[in-house]
C-alpha cells in the first residue's frame, strides 16, 4: 500500500492529474470517470502464470489505457 500511494502521489506531482492507489482483496470495479489503470504486482508472473487479475472487467471502458 505505501509503494502504491507512493506511486500516485508521483503521478500525480510530475503530470499534474489526479492519482491514487487501490489494493484490493476481490474482483475491483475501476470507479467511473477512470482514464488509466496500473496493475503493477508480480501477480500473473512465473511460476503462477495463470493466475486471474482480481478486476471487475465489465467496469473497464472503450478509451481507457490498462497497464499490466
Known amino acids: 500500500p505505501e509503494r ?5 502521489d508521483g ?5 499534474g ?13 475501476v470507479p467511473e470517470g ?8 508480480s501477480l500473473g508472473l512465473h511460476p503462477d502464470v495463470h493466475a486471474r ?3 471487475e472487467l465489465r467496469s473497464l471502458h472503450a478509451g481507457m489505457v490498462v497497464c499490466d
Open 53 to 55: 487479475v482480481p478486476l
Open 11 to 15: 503521478i500525480a506531482e510530475r503530470v
Open 4 to 8: 502504491g500511494r507512493a506511486l500516485a
Open 34 to 41: 477512470t482514464d488509466l489503470v496500473v496493475h503493477a504486482t
Open 17 to 29: 492529474v489526479p492519482a491514487d492507489s487501490a489494493g484490493w482483496t476481490e474482483d475491483y470495479a
